[in-house]
């Protein structure tokens, strides 16, 4: 007969809300670092002309992504917790 059982591993959830923020962080980190590097190679190595202005304009749109992996890593371990906290909740009225 088939079992009409849910099981939900709060440890696994949680340790994988806190992967994503890790991962998360890592990757804020990186492209912290790879803004650095492509500023450096603009001021040092490409001084004028259409590379330059060209390349001005990619540091402007990569700067758009810094801070943005760190609030989606953060969204994601809010959501493995709401998870979580309704699923306990639900739990009370069931038993």
Known sequence: ?????LVIDDD????MGNYFY?????????VKDYIAAVEKVRSNAIKEG???????????????????????SVIAQNQV???????????EYLF
């Open 50 to 72: 259409e590379v330059a202005e060209a390349l001005d304009v990619y540091i402007t749109y990569v700067k758009k992504l810094d801070e943005q992996i760190e609030e989606i």
């Open 81 to 91: 917790n709401d998870f979580l906290t309704q699923v306990d909740n639900a739990d």
């Open 12 to 15: 696994y959830c949680k340790s």
């Open 1 to 5: 007969m088939a079992e009409n059982e």
């Open 22 to 30: 890790a991962q998360g962080q890592t990757l804020n980190t990186m």
